[in-house]
């Protein structure tokens, strides 16, 4: 079946603007996360969502960063006002559950700042 | 905290032997689970192995295997009969069970398996 899917592939943005990241995950996944990869940083979890749960904010690095998952589904993670920290590859990933379940991952959106 | 550390930031082997990736970390929980991923230039991240903490037998997944210390805190991952296929980032994490799951992630090792 179809995996984890996210677009665009890559964006360029001048400083200042907001850009809107999308995700589809794996049908029938309930959970949902997104990571941030950067080269300063690593891997960082940024948010995470289960069903209809509230979701868990806590990795999120600014008020300027939200996201929403529409339907259980499909997800956007918005940045408002980018900064050039915020260069990063953003990855999204899928799973049946929380907790013990393999995440599937997709092919992430390479963000550029100028 | 959770932390997980990735000592080796470049490894390389030749194809066809066996080459190990070193993994620790730091936890306080009883119930985690320990994960090896792959991801190749695509960027794409691939699930290679998985341990859970509570299982004392190591995981393996065909060429893959791990030595799943538990006291030591150590989790190593051995690639045997490297395949040029293998040239990756390799990225050992962890995941409290019973929580949301989110993965905590080492920095990677850059692993090139050379013909």
């Known amino acids: 079946g179809a995996g984890v899917s996210q677009s665009p592939s890559n964006k360029v943005t001048e400083k200042g603007k907001d850009v809107e990241l999308r995700c589809d995950p794996i049908?029938?996944?309930?959970?949902l996360y997104w990571y941030r990869q950067s080269l300063g940083q690593g891997l960082e979890f940024l948010i995470y969502?289960?069903?209809?749960?509230?979701p868990d904010k806590s990795g999120l690095p600014s008020d300027r960063f939200s996201a929403e998952r529409t339907g259980g589904s499909v997800s956007t993670l918005t940045i408002q006002r980018t900064q050039q920290e915020d260069s990063a590859v953003y990855l999204c990933?899928?799973?049946w559950g929380s907790g013990t379940y393999e995440q599937y991952f997709g092919p992430g959106t390479r963000l550029t700042v100028t | 905290a959770q932390t997980v550390t990735q000592s080796q930031p470049e490894m390389s082997v030749q194809e066809a032997e066996t080459v190990t990736l070193s993994c620790t970390y730091d936890?306080?929980?009883?119930?985690?689970?320990l994960f090896w991923y792959k991801q190749p230039p695509s960027r794409q991240m691939i699930l290679v192995i998985r341990?859970?903490?509570?299982?004392?037998q190591n995981a393996t997944e065909n060429r893959f295997s791990v030595n799943f210390q538990k006291a030591a805190k150590s989790f190593s991952l051995k690639i045997s009969d490297s395949q040029l296929g293998d040239t990756a980032m390799y990225f050992c994490a962890l995941a409290s069970g019973g929580s949301q799951g989110n993965l905590i992630f080492g920095k990677g090792t850059k692993l090139s398996v050379k013909p």
């Open positions: 990933a899928s799973s």
């Open positions: 049908s029938g996944h309930t959970a």
């Open positions: 341990q859970e903490a509570y299982k004392q």
């Open positions: 936890t306080s929980e009883n119930n985690y689970y």
């Open positions: 969502f289960q069903g209809n749960s509230a």
